[in-house]
């Protein structure tokens, strides 16, 4: 299985901050990775795809960028709404394998 | 738009079948190319993945429960089901439904709201 660690666990940002989120997979899985949010008492909502590309209606602070095993989530400028806990996911190959999660709080 | 709902009983005996369905509305099960996906996740941890099925009946299964999983699909209904035998305390979780898009994101683009279902006696 591809494993995937994220760091920080954890990070604590102000509204208007910019926040970086690391993703990194045991082995390469060129940009098949995903990007989602979750919000407590709600399923996940797909942020980015391929690394990079922007899921439809999800706002444009949002980014994503790597590939092979290093990838980075970006929030340009964090907004109350965006405090939530963040997972990345490879579609590289089956069993699909999550991130353990990085929770963003308020500082 | 494509919405799914789970359904099932909320609380399973130990040693007994956690039976969960997942209802597709808003289009066919049947159309596309998509997995239909079961992820679950324990009271304050991260997501796991179960396994997935395709319309053709294909199947993959994460290898940790794969002896204990199994996921169909009944077209007619347009729902597809997740088994999970016996379970113990340590399958209490909240389970989810997806749908993998397989042409463009290759993501779980589309999710329920999620089922929580605990194991005690």
């Known amino acids: 299985d591809i494993q995937m660690t994220q760091s920080p666990s954890s990070l604590s940002a102000s509204v208007g901050d910019r926040v970086t989120i690391s993703c990194r997979a045991s082995?390469?899985?060129?940009?098949?990775l995903n990007w989602y949010q979750q919000k407590p008492g709600k399923a996940p909502v797909l942020l980015i795809y391929?690394?990079?590309s922007l899921q439809s209606g999800v706002p444009s602070r949002f980014s994503g960028s790597g590939s092979g095993t290093d990838f980075t989530l970006t929030i340009s400028s964090l907004r109350r709404e965006d405090f939530a806990t963040y997972y990345c996911?490879?579609?590289?190959?089956?069993?699909?394998?999550f991130g353990l999660g990085t929770t963003v709080e308020v500082k | 738009q494509v919405q799914l709902q789970e359904s099932g009983p909320g609380l399973v005996k130990p040693s007994q079948t956690l039976s969960l369905t997942c209802t597709v509305s808003?289009?066919?099960?049947?159309?596309?190319?998509?997995?239909w996906t079961w992820i679950r996740q324990p009271a304050g941890k991260g997501l796991e993945w179960i396994g997935r099925?395709?319309?053709?009946?294909?199947?993959n299964y994460n290898p940790s429960l794969k002896s204990r999983v199994t996921i169909s699909i009944d077209t007619s209904k347009n729902h597809f089901s997740l088994n999970l035998s016996s379970v113990t305390a340590a399958d209490t979780a909240v389970y989810y439904c997806a749908r993998e898009e397989q042409q463009d994101s290759v993501a779980l683009d589309y999710w329920g709201q999620g089922a929580l279902v605990t194991v005690s006696s």
């Open positions: 391929g690394a990079s």
């Open positions: 996911q490879q579609s590289f190959s089956s069993p699909r394998t």
């Open positions: 082995q390469s899985i060129i940009t098949f």
């Open positions: 808003g289009g066919s099960i049947s159309s596309g190319s998509y997995f």
């Open positions: 099925i395709y319309t053709s009946g294909t199947t």
